[in-house]
């Protein structure tokens, strides 16, 4: 329609389906990555001119839409073996923002995800496996998931419902999408800075307001809305951390 060459072949529309896969409830009905995969590509990527042009995550466009415009399927979850009925729908994080007790899951449970969740958040050994893969490859560099990891775990340890430097920070880097978002969506190559200390400082960014709207916001997620909020923040980053050309004159 937009007498643009088709890029499909190029493999990104079906990264970006695979990574809004792992952002859905396995309950998810049929028709809604279908939605969410549409307004991902057109929305997300080509409204901006394509592949290498869009300003922010195009999976993390598409899962924001969904949540927004049909947040009972969005949050309907599968029955994880250790959940007791009263707290059956709910995450981990959801039932901390309610103020309930987990007594009944383990950090071990969380680890190797038998909890409430999306597709591909709950799995942190999975998780972890594919991002070692991705660092040894030299597809993405540390800078970003460890800065942003590191600042949600210092904050959350910090800053808690008990008082000061008495919160659980393991529980909210193992619960949650952080770990997926710190590895496989933050670090997008087009929707991040480009030097090592825009990365730190975007990684840092992700990690404050995930951090923020986890602790006092009524959400109890908040990767997608950080990463997405930071996105919009990658040319000013970009500007001030540029590196000076070699042999220019200083003025």
Known sequence: MTKRKIT???????????????????????????????????????????????IFNPALVGRVFLMA?????MTTWANP????????????????????????????????GNRGGCI??????????????????????????VSYVATVGV?????????LFQGDWLFHILSGGLILGAFFMATDYVTSPLTRRGQLIFGVGCGL????????????EGVSYAILI??????IIDRYTKSRVYGSKIR
């Open 230 to 235: 930071m996105n919009a923040a990658v040319p």
């Open 69 to 73: 415009s049909w947040p009972k399927y």
């Open 81 to 112: 073996r250790w959940q007791i009925d009263a707290l059956s729908s709910a995450t981990p994080l959801a039932v901390l923002k309610e103020g309930e007790l987990l007594d009944k899951i383990t950090y071990w449970d969380l680890f190797l």
């Open 209 to 220: 307001l995930t951090a923020i709207i986890r602790l006092w916001g009524g959400y109890p």
């Open 120 to 145: 591909g958040e709950v799995c942190i050994a999975a998780l972890l496996l594919g991002a070692l893969f991705l660092l040894w490859k030299g597809y993405i560099s540390w800078h970003i998931p």
């Open 8 to 54: 499909v072949l190029d493999g990104s529309a079906v990264v970006t389906g695979f990574l809004l896969a792992y952002n859905l409830p396995p309950e998810a009905p049929f028709w809604l990555p279908i939605v969410g995969s549409f307004v991902a590509i057109t929305i997300g990527k080509q409204i901006f001119g394509g592949l290498g042009q869009n």
């Open 155 to 163: 904050l959350t340890y910090i800053f808690s419902a008990h008082g």
